[in-house]
């Protein structure tokens, strides 16, 4: 497949943490971008803000609901690549906002792949997560490993998985299923563990975190987005799932200690159970293999989580007031 140089591609979720950075990129290798964010009356367009105004100004955005088939076909028309990013991703929401989590992430998801199969778009990359595969059952996790989905977020994304896999199946829509594990950056929201770590730490000494026990495969957002523009030019892989890893493990006390060396500050752990996930929900072992990554779309990571953790306390040391440190977000 030639690459995305003056195409027309349409990224959903691009308000979001992955979808602005692969934004940024599909900018930069000459495509010509639309950018579906949720619509909100406020018309703030997410962390596409913190592109730069000439960037910015290149992209069409275009505000809606993936719930809504109408703004979703709208999007789709005349685009040849879709990057569909857009989710609802808090596991702690899901648990209180199951519906919403299901509407979004799995009626939303056959709205695209609908949208998609009508105007004939040369390629879908569906995006998935390691969350889809509960705690690991055997290291290296590879593409074969079982799905067992431990919260409502998990089942959703296997939903909207499956359902993208059916539309390859039953009427060869040209759809890549690419499954990152843990990604972090600049830009990521405070839900998640490395922001929580670093807003609370910039701060203060004192961090409030739940389980310290859980090992993640971490891949720095960079490299995230060039696995996405990868699955998009890759020849031959329709229909596959690929995902997208370090092939390396680090607990989440293993993180607050590289946060304290990278600021040469002694942090304090408070153990929060209002923090934790359900017993049985939480996922105690995410470690991907990326053989097939490399083999399939010739990628690997380049960015050492060290190198990574320093450009994201930059960010975040530079954008501290944007954030409520004081706030468990979920």
């Given at each position: 497949?030639?690459?995305?140089?003056?195409?027309?591609?349409?990224?959903?979720?691009?308000?979001?943490?992955?979808?602005?950075?692969?934004?940024?990129?599909?900018?930069?290798?000459?495509?010509?971008?639309?950018?579906?964010?949720?619509?909100?009356?406020?018309?703030?367009?997410?962390?596409?803000?913190?592109?730069?105004?000439?960037?910015?100004?290149?992209?069409?955005?275009?505000?809606?609901?993936?719930?809504?088939?109408?703004?979703?076909?709208?999007?789709?028309?005349?685009?040849?690549?879709?990057?569909?990013?857009?989710?609802?991703?808090?596991?702690?929401?899901?648990?209180?906002?199951?519906?919403?989590?299901?509407?979004?992430?799995?009626?939303?998801?056959?709205?695209?792949?609908?949208?998609?199969?009508?105007?004939?778009?040369?390629?879908?990359?569906?995006?998935?997560?390691?969350?889809?595969?509960?705690?690991?059952?055997?290291?290296?996790?590879?593409?074969?490993?079982?799905?067992?989905?431990?919260?409502?977020?998990?089942?959703?994304?296997?939903?909207?998985?499956?359902?993208?896999?059916?539309?390859?199946?039953?009427?060869?829509?040209?759809?890549?299923?690419?499954?990152?594990?843990?990604?972090?950056?600049?830009?990521?929201?405070?839900?998640?563990?490395?922001?929580?770590?670093?807003?609370?730490?910039?701060?203060?000494?004192?961090?409030?975190?739940?389980?310290?026990?859980?090992?993640?495969?971490?891949?720095?957002?960079?490299?995230t987005a060039r696995g996405f523009l990868a699955a998009?030019?890759?020849?031959?892989?329709?229909?596959?799932?690929?995902?997208?890893?370090?092939?390396?493990?680090?607990?989440?006390?293993?993180?607050?200690?590289?946060?304290?060396?990278?600021?040469?500050?002694?942090?304090?752990?408070?153990?929060?159970?209002?923090?934790?996930?359900?017993?049985?929900?939480?996922?105690?072992?995410?470690?991907?293999?990326?053989?097939?990554?490399?083999?399939?779309?010739?990628?690997?990571?380049?960015?050492?989580?060290?190198?990574?953790?320093?450009?994201?306390?930059?960010?975040?040391?530079?954008?501290?007031?944007?954030?409520?440190?004081?706030?468990?977000?979920?």
């Open positions: 497949m030639k690459g995305l140089s003056r195409s027309k591609v349409l990224v959903t979720g691009a308000g979001g943490f992955i979808g602005s950075h692969l934004c940024e990129l599909c900018l930069a290798e000459g495509a010509a971008v639309r950018a579906f964010v949720h619509y909100n009356s406020r018309s703030d367009w997410g962390m596409l803000e913190d592109l730069n105004k000439k960037s910015l100004e290149k992209i069409d955005v275009m505000a809606g609901d993936l719930r809504d088939s109408h703004s979703v076909r709208k999007a789709v028309q005349g685009c040849e690549y879709v990057f569909h990013l857009g989710a609802l991703i808090g596991i702690p929401y899901s648990y209180s906002n199951p519906e919403d989590v299901v509407q979004t992430n799995v009626m939303g998801t056959m709205n695209v792949l609908q949208a998609c199969l009508e105007y004939g778009v040369g390629r879908m990359v569906h995006t998935s997560t390691s969350e889809v595969y509960g705690t690991a059952r055997y290291v290296p996790m590879d593409e074969k490993h079982p799905l067992s989905p431990q919260s409502p977020y998990a089942a959703s994304k296997v939903g909207g998985d499956k359902l993208a896999e059916s539309f390859y199946r039953s009427y060869g829509l040209p759809v890549v299923i690419l499954r990152p594990f843990n990604t972090y950056g600049p830009r990521q929201s405070p839900r998640a563990v490395i922001p929580t770590i670093v807003i609370q730490a910039l701060r203060g000494r004192s961090i409030r975190l739940g389980s310290l026990d859980p090992r993640r495969d971490l891949t720095f957002v960079k490299d998009a030019s890759a020849p031959k892989i329709e229909g596959r799932t690929i995902q997208i890893g370090s092939q390396q493990e680090h607990s989440v006390a293993d993180l607050v200690a590289l946060v304290e060396k990278i600021l040469s500050k002694e942090l304090r752990v408070i153990q929060d159970p209002g923090r934790r996930r359900p017993e049985s929900s939480e996922v105690e072992r995410l470690f991907a293999s990326n053989e097939n990554a490399g083999i399939l779309l010739n990628w690997r990571p380049k960015v050492a989580l060290k190198n990574g953790l320093e450009q994201t306390v930059r960010w975040f040391r530079k954008h501290a007031d944007q954030y409520k440190s004081n706030l468990y977000h979920v």
